[in-house]
C-alpha cells in the first residue's frame, strides 16, 4: 500500500486494525460507526489475512467475543455507536478491572448534534465512569494513527483502550497514505488465572487497586501527551482542545490572526488528562479555555477551575455540535476580540425523513392502523422509526424497547380494567439485537399484545448489513442461520404468522386476526417478511411488480396522499388531481389497494 | 499553491447520489495533488431528508466542515435546498444547480406550497447562478441518470483543476458500463 487514497474515517481505523495486526474485530451496525467493520472486512478481503471478523447479535456480545480472544493474547477490537456502548456496558466495566493480554480496543462513535441518535451522550464519559484510558481522534488520518498508539497503550498497561471518533470523524474523508500490513504471528493461547480472569469481590478490590496505579501511570505516558500547535505562540491565556473541536480550532486562530499569539494545546488522551499537564497550564495560564465534544471531561479533571472556561463554566454550548463557527464566536470572545456576526439561519420549512418509495414497512403501518385504529403503538429503532409520519409509531425509546413497552402498556391499562389494542413494531435485527428476552418476558407475564417483527431480510438504516437470519456474515462470508418462527415459537407464543405486507388485503386481514387474539387469547406475533427496497445485497426473488396509473375516477380526494405518504404519490395542484412520479415509483403496487375509489389501477409495463 | 481553502457545498435529498459526487470532486483534487477533507451526514436523512456534503481543498485543510457563510460554490442538486443553503454561502460565491423540484412531504400532504419563484430568488442574490437542465442534457448524453455528472461537470468549469484529474477520478468512480455515458455527460455540463 503506497498510494495515497481517499477513505472515509470509519475505513481508516479500520485500516489502522488490519496494520496493528488486529486478528479479531466485532461490532453491531450504527450511525457513525457501522463502516468500521465493513472497512475491516473489506481489507481483511484484500491482504488475504486470517482474521475473525464478525456482524455480532449486538453490542455487549460483540465486546465479550473479542475481549474473550485478547484475554487469550490477541490483538482484538469492537466497534460501536456511543448508544452501542450502554447495552455493551456490563462487560466494559468489568473489563476495565480484570486487564487484557492481547490489546483490546473498544472504538465507541459519539454523534454530536445528534444527527442519528438518540443521545447526545459523551462516551469518554463511560470510560471515565469505567477507568479506561480514551484516546480522541481529531480527524481520520489521525484516528487511524491512534488505533496504532491505542493497541500499545493497551499492551503496555494491560488495560482496555478506548478510541472515541465522532460523527465528523468517521463520516470524514480524507487522503491518506496508510501504512503497511502484515498478518499477525500470534496464536491464540489463554493462561488460565482464576484470581484474574474470574475474580470474586475479595480478588475485585485489589484488581481496583492495581487499576488505579495503571491510572497514575497513563496519566503519564509521553506517546499521548498533549501537543502544543504553535509553540511560538506565548499569551498568557491557552485553549485546550480534543477531537475535532482541535482542528475546528486550529483554522480558527489561522482565520482570526491568533495563530501565533494564542497557543493551543491538543489533548488526545482526555481520560485520564495528563496530571503533569494539569499542574503545568495551572501555573502557566492565567484563562484556559477548553474546547471538547460533547460534556466537559477534561474540564472536570482540571482540579482549580477558578480561572477555567469551558462546558462546566458554561462559557461553550453544552448542547449540540461544536461547529467551526460556534468556535470562531468563542475562540473570539475568549481573546477579548469582536466576533463576526453570525450568519442568519436558513428560512422555510425543512425536508423531514420519509420511508423509501416502495418500502414494505409503509404498507405494514397502513395495515396496522385499519386493523387497530384506535390502538397503541410502541415502536423501535431503524428505519421503521420514519412510522411517526404515518401515525404508525407512537414510542421510540431504544433497541429493543417496543416489546416491553408493550408489555408495559398492557400491565398498566388491566389495573384499570380496560385494556386497548397494542400493536407493537420491531425491525428483524433490532428483534434479535434485543427483542428476545422482552418476549420471553412478555409470555411468562400474560402481557397480551400484537408484536409485528418487519422483517425486511437486512439491517437498513445502517446500510444493509445482515442479519441472523440470512446465512452471510461480514464480507459476504457465508454464515450458519437461525429461524426467527422457530425462536418465537421457542419463546411460548401461541400465535405466530407469517405474511408479505405488499399484499395489503390479506395483510390487513392477518393482523386484524392477530388483534382478535390478542384480545382474547394472549400475546400474537406477526412476522411482515418482504426485502428491502434499496438493498443490494438481497439475493431472494422480489415480489411482482405491478406498474400503476391513476384513471379518471379519481376526484382528488388526497386520501392516498395523506394516509400512505408515498412520495411517489404526487399531488398535481395544477391539474388538481394525483399523479405517479414514474422516476422514482418502484412498481409495488401497494397504492392500488389503498384508494378508495379505486382509481389507482394496475396499468401494462 | 496559495494558503487559501476552497468550500464546495453539495446539497440536496437523500436518495439522489450527493454523496458519490462529492466522492468523485474529492478525487479529481486529490489526483490535483491538494489535501482533500470531505464530511457528510450518513443515516437517517439518507431516506430522503436534506443532505448536504462538505467539500474542503487547499494546500493544508484541518476542518472537515464548510464554515457557514464561508462557501465558494454551491452545487445544488434541488432547487428548494439549493435556496435553503444560500446562507452557507459567502458573497460572490457561485451558485450551480439542477432545474428539478423535489416536493417535501409538508407539500405532499398539502401542508405548504412550493415557491416557483426560487431561481429568481437565487440569481438575484448571487449574480453567479447557473440552472442547469441536467435531465435533458443527461438524455442527450445517453441516461436520463446522469444528470449528476453535467452537473458535476459544470462545477467542474468554476475550478481550477486540469481536465485530465477530472477524467480519472470519473473512471475511477464510476462503473465501467456507464463510463462512456457519464464522460459524454460531464463534457456537456463543462461546455455551459
Not at chain 1, 106 to 134: C, F, N, W
Not at chain 1, 395 to 422: H, K, N, W
Not at chain 1, 510 to 531: D, H, S
Not at chain 2, 144 to 156: D, E, I, P, Q, Y
Request: net charge negative.
Amino acid at each position: 500500500m503506497t498510494e495515497r487514497m481517499l477513505l472515509l474515517g470509519n475505513e481508516a481505523m479500520a485500516h489502522g486494525l488490519v496494520e496493528a495486526g488486529c486478528s479479531v474485530v466485532a461490532s453491531y451496525p450504527g450511525t457513525p460507526a457501522s463502516e468500521i467493520l465493513s472497512g475491516v472486512a473489506q481489507w481483511q478481503a484484500r491482504y488475504r489475512l486470517p482474521m475473525h471478523v464478525e456482524w455480532a447479535v449486538n453490542e455487549k456480545v460483540a465486546l465479550e467475543i473479542a475481549y474473550a480472544a485478547s484475554q487469550a493474547g490477541l490483538r482484538a477490537a469492537t466497534a460501536m455507536k456511543q448508544v452501542g456502548l450502554n447495552v455493551a456496558s456490563d462487560p466494559f466495566m468489568s473489563a476495565a478491572y480484570l486487564g487484557v493480554k492481547g490489546g483490546f480496543l473498544v472504538i465507541s462513535a459519539d454523534d454530536p448534534g445528534p444527527h442519528s441518535s438518540q443521545t447526545e451522550q459523551d462516551s469518554r464519559l463511560m470510560a471515565m465512569s469505567a477507568k479506561v484510558p480514551v484516546l480522541d481522534p481529531d480527524s481520520p488520518e489521525q484516528a487511524l494513527e491512534l488505533v496504532k498508539t491505542g493497541f500499545e497503550l493497551s499492551e503496555a498497561f494491560q488495560v482496555p483502550v478506548m478510541l472515541r471518533p465522532t460523527t465528523r470523524v468517521c463520516h470524514a474523508n480524507q487522503d491518506i497514505l496508510p501504512g503497511p500490513v502484515a498478518p499477525s504471528e500470534r496464536k491464540a493461547l489463554f493462561e488460565k488465572n482464576p484470581a484474574r480472569w474470574a475474580a470474586t469481590p475479595n480478588f475485585r478490590h485489589r484488581l481496583h487497586l492495581e487499576l488505579e496505579e495503571k491510572l497514575a501511570r497513563i496519566a503519564a505516558w509521553e506517546p499521548t501527551a498533549p501537543r502544543l500547535f504553535n509553540p511560538a505562540a506565548t499569551a498568557p491565556r491557552a485553549i485546550v482542545a480534543a477531537g475535532v473541536a482541535a482542528a475546528h480550532a486550529r483554522e480558527v486562530l489561522r482565520d482570526l490572526g491568533l495563530q501565533d499569539t494564542l497557543p493551543l494545546w491538543q489533548v488526545v488522551q482526555p481520560y485520564p488528562l495528563h496530571s503533569g499537564f494539569i499542574t503545568d497550564i495551572l501555573e502557566k495560564y492565567d484563562d484556559i479555555l477548553v474546547l471538547e465534544e460533547t460534556a466537559g471531561i477534561m474540564e472536570l479533571q482540571l482540579a482549580d477551575r477558578y480561572r477555567v472556561k469551558g462546558k462546566c463554566s458554561g462559557f461553550v454550548p453544552v448542547v449540540g455540535e461544536l461547529s467551526s463557527e460556534k468556535i470562531a464566536g468563542i475562540i473570539a470572545a475568549f481573546a477579548g476580540i469582536p466576533a463576526e456576526e453570525p450568519p442568519v439561519p436558513p428560512a422555510g420549512g425543512g425536508r423531514r425523513p420519509t420511508l423509501c418509495p416502495g418500502c414494505p414497512h409503509r404498507a405494514s403501518f397502513y395495515a396496522i392502523k385499519r386493523a387497530a385504529p384506535k390502538g397503541i403503538y410502541p415502536s423501535d429503532i431503524g428505519c421503521y422509526t420514519l412510522g411517526t409520519n404515518l401515525g404508525g409509531v407512537d414510542t421510540v425509546l431504544c433497541m429493543g424497547a417496543a416489546v416491553s413497552q408493550a408489555a408495559g402498556f398492557y400491565q398498566a391499562y388491566r389495573l384499570g380494567g380496560e385494556v386497548p389494542d397494542i400493536v407493537a413494531t420491531i425491525g428483524d435485527s433490532t428483534f434479535f439485537h434485543a427483542g428476545i428476552p422482552p418476549l420471553i418476558d412478555a409470555v411468562v407475564q400474560d402481557a397480551r399484545f400484537v408484536l409485528v417483527i418487519l422483517d425486511n431480510a437486512t439491517t437498513a438504516m445502517t446500510g444493509n448489513q445482515p442479519t441472523p437470519a440470512l446465512g452471510w456474515g461480514a464480507g459476504g462470508v457465508p454464515t450458519a442461520t437461525v429461524d426467527m418462527e422457530g425462536i418465537v415459537k421457542a419463546c411460548g407464543v401461541k400465535f405466530c404468522k407469517t405474511g408479505r405486507p405488499g399484499d395489503l388485503p390479506a395483510f390487513t386481514s392477518l393482523v386484524k386476526e392477530a388483534v382478535a387474539f390478542a384480545r382474547t387469547e394472549g400475546l400474537a406475533v406477526v412476522i411482515a417478511r418482504q426485502p428491502c427496497v434499496v438493498d443490494r445485497t438481497f439475493k431472494g426473488e422480489r415480489p411482482p411488480r405491478r406498474k400503476v396509473g391513476i384513471s379518471n375516477d379519481c376526484n382528488s380526494c388526497r386520501y392516498c396522499v395523506d394516509q400512505f405518504e408515498c412520495p411517489a404519490l404526487v399531488y398535481d395542484e395544477e391539474r388538481k388531481r394525483v399523479v405517479i412520479d414514474t422516476l422514482i415509483c418502484t412498481d409495488c403496487g401497494v397504492c392500488i389497494d389503498v384508494c378508495p375509489r379505486m382509481a389507482i389501477e394496475e396499468v401494462g409495463q | 499553491m496559495s494558503d487559501t481553502v476552497t468550500n464546495i457545498l453539495l446539497v440536496g435529498v437523500g436518495g439522489q447520489g450527493i454523496l458519490l459526487a462529492s466522492e468523485i470532486l474529492s478525487e479529481a483534487f486529490m489526483q490535483a495533488g491538494f489535501d482533500v477533507k470531505k464530511s457528510e451526514i450518513h443515516g437517517m436523512s439518507q431516506r430522503g431528508g436534506s443532505v448536504v456534503s462538505h467539500v474542503r481543498y487547499g494546500k493544508e485543510v484541518h476542518s472537515p466542515i464548510v464554515p457557514e457563510g464561508e462557501g465558494d460554490i454551491l452545487f445544488g442538486f434541488e432547487i428548494m435546498e439549493t435556496y435553503r443553503s444560500l446562507p452557507l454561502l459567502k458573497n460572490g460565491a457561485s451558485v450551480v444547480a439542477n432545474d428539478l423540484c423535489i416536493q417535501p412531504p409538508s407539500v405532499l400532504l398539502g401542508q405548504e406550497t412550493y415557491p416557483t419563484d426560487l431561481p429568481e430568488k437565487i440569481a438575484a442574490l448571487f449574480p453567479k447562478f447557473l440552472l442547469v437542465d441536467g435531465q435533458g442534457l443527461a438524455a442527450e448524453a445517453g441516461n436520463v441518470r446522469a444528470a449528476n455528472t453535467v452537473l458535476l461537470g459544470a462545477v467542474s468549469k468554476r475550478l481550477d483543476i486540469a481536465d485530465e484529474c477530472w477524467i480519472k477520478a470519473l473512471e475511477k468512480m464510476v462503473p465501467r458500463k456507464a463510463l462512456e455515458v457519464n464522460l459524454k455527460a460531464f463534457q456537456l455540463g463543462r461546455s455551459l
